[in-house]
């Protein structure tokens, strides 16, 4: 079967419903970690965002900081580093890759790097998580705007900073607006080009918590396995609804195309986020044609609170989409979080507060000339 055409995409065949009139809730992502949206800053967003490739190729000389920083000896090179953001990136992965060329990823833009914000909490919970704190050896912070990276550079040793030409990450991006949308299809776009480097990755939303090693849940096969808002009792039934927030891909020539058609899918559908659109195109024909393998993460390692595991010796962390407390109480949740998550769930459920996002326009294709 022939690749459909870039720009002249038409609706999956093979969904058994159609596409869904209303936009799917962001929620549970994981049950290795505990969102704390709302906690440290009550009112930001998160600026999730990636860059393109063509954006890695320019210069970006808006900041008076290096591009990157891993160690206190390759942080003394400053702005005397004459290497192309492209080879800096490579340099960074390759140094917090895993022997299998495995690293951790998440987003950070101003908004949540200030100290003792979210950031801060997320490192923290490798530190006090179980067999966790090796694996920030690993973790890469991707920062968006100079306040991210200078924030990250003082936290930990693998931060890398990316030019954003003519957008501004900093500011607040609301769910769903033009602004948020587009930092959605960005950090898709860099993860593609990841994988094109020869690396996976555990992405994880920069507003989670880890507490325990995720890596012995796993499956040993699939191309790209998936936290889900639903499950339906299968890891391959694609009934089951994705969560963008906690992924684990593999770098082969099958991710590397899905996640090319992933991205030119946005334009198929046009006011809708990544996750959206992937649980639309993973019926698409195409998919299977490429041969990716996809695993649907069971709930009962990683879930959160649109499907709560009933095992709570299971349900070790946890997720909250929007998280709403007064500042008196932020330091005790925080402590407690910090102790351990296994019976956080019903504590933290009755502070929830999810976005009411309404009816959204009926999700459609957009044809292209």
């Known amino acids: 079967m022939a690749k459909p055409p870039r720009h002249t995409l038409t609706m999956p065949s093979a969904h058994p419903r159609g596409i869904p009139t209303r936009a799917i809730p962001r929620a549970a992502a994981a049950l290795f970690f505990v969102t704390l949206v709302g906690v440290a800053l009550p009112l930001a967003v998160l600026h999730r965002a990636a860059v393109s490739r063509h954006s890695l190729?320019?210069?970006?000389?808006?900041?008076?900081?290096?591009?990157?920083?891993?160690d206190d000896e390759e942080s003394a090179q400053g702005d005397d580093d004459l290497d192309s953001e492209d080879l800096k990136l490579d340099r960074v992965l390759q140094k917090a890759s895993m022997r299998d060329n495995t690293v951790i990823l998440t987003t950070l833009n101003a908004a949540w790097a200030s100290p003792g914000s979210v950031i801060d909490l997320f490192v923290d919970s490798f530190h006090?998580?179980?067999?966790?704190?090796?694996?920030?050896?690993?973790?890469?912070?991707?920062?968006?705007?100079?306040?991210?990276?200078?924030?990250?550079?003082?936290?930990?040793?693998?931060?890398?900073?990316?030019?954003?030409?003519?957008?501004?990450?900093s500011e607040?991006?609301?769910?769903?607006?033009?602004?948020?949308?587009?930092?959605?299809?960005?950090?898709?776009?860099?993860?593609?080009?990841?994988?094109?480097?020869?690396?996976?990755?555990?992405?994880?939303?920069?507003?989670?918590?880890?507490?325990?090693?995720?890596?012995?849940?796993?499956?040993?096969?699939?191309?790209?396995?998936?936290?889900?808002?639903?499950?339906?009792?299968?890891?391959?039934?694609?009934?089951?609804?994705?969560?963008?927030?906690f992924n684990y891909v593999k770098s082969n020539e099958r991710t590397i195309e899905f996640y090319s058609f992933w991205y030119s899918s946005r334009l198929r559908y046009p006011g809708y986020h990544d996750q959206d659109v992937f649980n639309a195109i993973k019926h698409d024909p195409y998919v299977a044609d490429i041969g990716l393998e996809i695993k649907f993460l069971s709930t009962a390692y990683f879930g959160g609170f649109c499907e709560p595991s009933r095992d709570l010796n299971k349900d070790y962390d946890g997720r909250l989409e929007e998280l709403f407390v007064t500042a008196s109480k932020l330091e005790k949740i925080v402590?407690?979080?910090?102790?351990g998550a296994t019976k956080l769930q019903p504590f933290f459920a009755k502070l929830i507060k999810f976005h009411a996002y309404g009816t959204q326009k009926e999700m459609r294709t957009v044809e292209h000339a």
Request: charged residues 20%.
């Open 57 to 70: 190729e320019d210069p970006w000389g808006r900041y008076p900081l290096p591009l990157f920083a891993v």
């Open 128 to 169: 006090s998580g179980v067999r966790t704190s090796s694996l920030l050896n690993h973790l890469v912070i991707i920062a968006f705007d100079g306040d991210a990276y200078r924030q990250c550079a003082k936290i930990h040793h693998y931060c890398f900073a990316l030019g954003t030409e003519g957008v501004d990450f």
């Open 172 to 245: 607040e991006k609301r769910f769903l607006t033009s602004g948020y949308l587009e930092m959605m299809w960005k950090r898709l776009d860099f993860l593609r080009l990841v994988l094109e480097k020869g690396y996976s990755f555990i992405f994880s939303d920069a507003d989670i918590m880890w507490f325990r090693n995720p890596f012995p849940h796993f499956y040993p096969n699939g191309d790209l396995q998936i936290a889900c808002d639903h499950y339906v009792g299968n890891a391959t039934d694609l009934r089951n609804i994705a969560n963008g927030g």
């Open 335 to 339: 402590d407690i979080v910090l102790e």
